[in-house]
């Protein structure tokens, strides 16, 4: 960490590594200030490739002894590591190097967590562990043996099996002795170790081979009770994959671990999973429907690593979303097969636009596989995640249900146990299908967000829409080509039946139409259905046509669509001119929380609306420049507007809502209480809040009572329910994040950094935890009007605190160093204000390649 020339790798710069590690024997004698760690490899020459030095990667070791058979090493020092002079023949590596995890704040490596040992190695952590080849494409198995004090650590786990455990009594004092071994070769990144005072949720999966696998949730004494949930939603996840993918579990044991400190939201370690406990702990006490959504996919998706990302894994980390893309694709299938699929596909494009659509619009864009990089933690994105995910789903539309799966059976055989690239994943759909993929394959190097336009021609009985695509620069881009585009297109007629049922439209070129023939009347088109590609579209269509398939689509992503379009220019037009709210668009929308017939999560979405950075986005897309205080009003507005139009009957969508009985968080209840909790929202615009302090007086789970403590907030009249929450929450880590949150969301602009600095002073704000960080700081970044406020006090806030963070964390800062990825959006005072902030975080001394890396490329330097 030093602010020497950084160092840029690239993808085309890939080379093998040169040898073969036959098999790992790692030791660890765990100290919390002093833990040895002893490696035994087996090396080989690899003589499929051109003879390379022997490079073991290595980050802040404490080098004691290490030996080629059984010879004192001859170690060299190289940038990252060690060469080592060693035979062209095979070998054995011994090497003995001590780390200190109490002082890993970076949490990245081995490093303690409220007294517990634990692991994070994805990407290039587990250099700061031994010396090791610690890129993917080294695939080994892992023997691994863990001694610690029998006191503090009665748990002590790694991957693969257990094979024993005892007390050692022939040392004194008596370590306990714990060893697993994974019999699936697997990358360093893979590695996983967990030691400390630590309690199982136990349970049973038999896989559809008749095989049992012993299944464990281990949590801190006290979070038992948090278990239950995120058990049953592993069994339905490896139940799924068996069903949908024929995949099954491939070990004796599968355990998560939850731990408190923790950078990211979970880890896929092969038969360890390692989860941040805001990912796996759930009860309904203290989790909302939200929480449990979120938890129930996140098991499923580490879990669905085992095959896409452990079985095949990785080349290089250029192609991080050959495992990540496919995964995320597969959660979301699962998700959606578990609960309602449009609500799920519309869940994702709302994420969609509010975290992968701004990246590709600004100075961050990159593509989904990127060229090349500085840290690699820094590409763990939006793109390579949820626009790689959108990727798959293009590719499952394109070659159609079938050939997908038989392509996924083939990606499975012929790639098990290798690390491989996009080329391979390519290639296996070319071969399975004959297809050509060529074009195709410019969703994984062309960055930025497509636009297609389409517009209607109507002549002799023949409906015409002629489709034009082209895409804006981005960083190192300027010139894009033509992309195969999915298109869903329906047909509707004037009464709304649908005269022409779904058909995907391949564009291939910058300009291509397609016509319908014999069609007596003029028919409506419903574009892009289920949002069948990552672009942004653009037609000419008015309000009358929108509030028609806000009627009558009978695509259920292309109706909500149609309302949050009709939400977006009401808006946009009441920023640009003053314009009141679009009638067509509150009498639309007020037929349809009406309509009983409809899911009520499907209404609860369609109640919401573009969020104000969206709007900000649009805008700015559009050549304006948007001012932060004129779109919060409108949006305040919009709100009041829908409280009035909907007066007479939110007290009936409010009270046919409730649950009743025994709180369960399956999709039917959860959308019933996100309907309901949406019109007390309103309901708090015209009562002050008398609803929500009825229900904040009776809430028996976390998602009434946030809910009614958030309106409360919001009518101003939370003061008391906000003490009364901290009170009795105090003690419950996880909902303090929230009631910090909560705090922060609702501050008005002019007053968000004075809150925020405020609660950064509460005895509470334990900086160092990244949940708590991001709680806050997080927090006050996604508040639009409020970090962008004109004073600039919240982007200086946000500055000194990411300056404070970094030397501690600095995968944390990083990443959220991205909440000034939109500044060029704005006016020039603003772009001043934090090009200052900028420019103050960039001159930090000392400032760690995560965050120079960020910085430089938010500033475009
Ligand atoms: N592979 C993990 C997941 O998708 C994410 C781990 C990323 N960690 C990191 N430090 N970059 O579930
Ligand atoms: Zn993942």
Redesign the pocket.
């Known amino acids: 960490m030093t602010n020497a020339a950084p160092k840029t790798i690239y993808l085309k710069d890939y080379a093998p590594f040169g040898w073969i590690i036959d098999d790992v024997h790692l030791t660890f004698r765990l100290h919390p200030t002093a833990t040895r760690v002893i490696s035994r490899i087996r090396v080989r020459p690899d003589y499929d490739v051109p003879s390379r030095p022997f490079m073991l990667h290595g980050e802040g070791l404490t080098h004691i002894s290490a030996k080629v058979d059984g010879h004192d090493a001859v170690i060299t020092e190289v940038d990252g590591g060690i060469e080592v002079d060693v035979p062209h023949a095979p070998f054995n590596w011994e090497a003995e190097v001590e780390i200190n995890p109490e002082a890993n704040t970076a949490l990245?490596g081995l490093y303690m967590s409220n007294g517990m040992y634990c692991t994070?190695c994805?990407?290039e952590g587990f250099r700061k562990i031994t010396w090791y080849p610690d890129r993917p494409d080294v695939m080994a198995q892992f023997t691994v043996r863990i001694e610690s004090d029998a006191d503090h650590t009665p748990v002590m786990l790694s991957n693969g099996n257990g094979l024993y455990y005892a007390q050692d009594n022939t040392q004194s004092p008596a370590p306990n002795v714990s060893i697993y071994q994974d019999p699936w070769p697997k990358p360093a990144y893979l590695f996983a170790l967990v030691a400390g005072d630590l309690v199982a949720h136990e349970d049973k999966f038999t896989t559809m081979s008749g095989r049992e696998v012993d299944l464990a949730i281990y949590v801190r004494p006290g979070d038992e009770h948090k278990c239950a949930f995120g058990m049953e939603a592993l069994k339905k996840s490896m139940k799924w994959d068996e069903d949908v993918y024929g995949r099954e579990y491939d070990l004796d044991e599968f355990n998560i671990v939850a731990v408190d400190d923790f950078?990211?939201?979970?880890?896929?370690n092969k038969g360890l999973n390692i989860f941040n406990s805001s990912c796996v702990l759930a009860s309904p006490e203290t989790s909302t429907d939200g929480n449990f959504e979120r938890i129930e996919a996140i098991i499923a998706?580490?879990y669905f690593h085992n095959w896409t990302g452990n079985r095949i894994t990785c080349r290089d980390w250029f192609q991080l979303c050959l495992k990540?893309g496919l995964t995320v694709f597969r959660d979301a299938q699962f998700t959606a097969d578990m609960r309602s699929e449009p609500v799920k596909r519309i869940d994702d494009v709302i994420a969609l636009r509010a975290r992968q659509f701004p990246e590709d619009q600004g100075p961050l864009s990159h593509p989904v596989r990127p060229e090349s990089f500085q840290e690699i933690?820094n590409f763990?994105t939006a793109t390579v995640y949820e626009k790689g995910a959108e990727v798959i789903g293009m590719l499952k539309t394109l070659v159609g249900d079938e050939a997908y799966a038989k392509a996924l059976d083939l990606y499975f055989d012929r790639h098990d146990g290798q690390a491989c690239t996009i080329e391979d994943w390519i290639t296996v759909f070319e071969d399975s299908t004959g297809r050509d993929l060529s074009q195709f394959k410019l969703w994984y190097s062309q960055s930025g967000t497509p636009t297609v336009s389409v517009r209607e021609e109507y002549k002799d009985d023949t409906f015409t829409l002629h489709f034009s695509q082209s895409s804006a620069p981005t960083p190192g881009q300027d010139e894009k080509l033509p992309q195969v585009i999915p298109v869903a297109v329906g047909l509707l007629n004037d009464n709304g039946d649908e005269v022409l049922p779904t058909q995907i439209v391949e564009l291939t070129q910058a300009e291509q139409s397609i016509s319908f023939n014999g069609h007596a009347t003029r028919p409506i088109p419903s574009v892009l259905r289920g949002f069948s590609a990552p672009v942004t579209l653009t037609q000419d269509i008015d309000n009358a046509r929108r509030a028609f398939l806000l009627a009558h689509d009978t695509d259920a992503f292309n109706r909500w669509e149609a309302g949050r379009m009709l939400a977006r220019d009401s808006l946009l037009s009441a920023i640009r001119t003053g314009a009141a709210p679009n009638a067509d668009y509150l009498d639309g929308l007020k037929a349809l929380l009406r309509d009983d017939s409809l899911d009520p999560a499907y209404r609860a979405l369609m109640l919401a609306q573009p969020t104000q950075s969206e709007l900000a986005g649009v805008l700015h897309q559009d050549g304006d420049t948007p001012d932060p205080a004129t779109i919060h009003t409108a949006s305040e507005a919009m709100r009041q507007a829908k409280a009035d139009a909907f007066a007479d009957i939110l007290p009936d969508l409010y009270a046919a809502n409730q649950v009743d009985g025994p709180f369960s968080p399956d999709a039917v209840a959860a959308g019933k209480r996100a309907l309901a909790n949406s019109a007390l929202g309103l309901i708090t615009k015209l009562d002050g809040g008398a609803t929500a302090a009825k229900q904040y007086a009776k809430a028996d789970n976390m998602t009434l009572q946030l809910a009614s403590l958030s309106a409360l907030l919001d009518a101003d009249a939370g003061d008391d329910a906000l003490q009364a929450f901290y009170d009795q929450w105090r003690d419950d880590r996880l909902v303090i994040d929230k009631w910090f949150s909560l705090q922060v969301m609702h501050a008005k602009p002019e007053t968000l950094a004075d809150t925020t600095a405020r609660l950064t002073n509460h005895i509470d704000f334990d900086w160092k935890n990244p949940n708590r960080f991001r709680a806050v700081m997080g927090m006050l970044a996604a508040h639009h009007a409020g970090f962008h406020h004109e004073s600039g006090a919240a982007y200086t806030l946000l500055a000194e605190w990411l300056i404070k963070l970094d030397p501690v964390n600095p995968?944390t800062t990083a990443r959220m160093c991205s909440a000034f990825q939109t500044w060029k959006r704005y006016d020039a005072d603003r772009q001043a204000k934090i090009a200052t902030q900028l420019e103050r975080i960039a001159a930090q001394p000392n400032l760690s390649r995560d965050t120079a890396e960020m910085i430089s490329r938010i500033r475009g330097a």
Not at 263 to 268: F, I, L, P, W
Request: net charge negative; charged share 30%.
């Open positions: 990245e994070q994805e990407a950078n990211m939201g979970a880890m896929e998706h580490e990540e933690n763990y995968q």
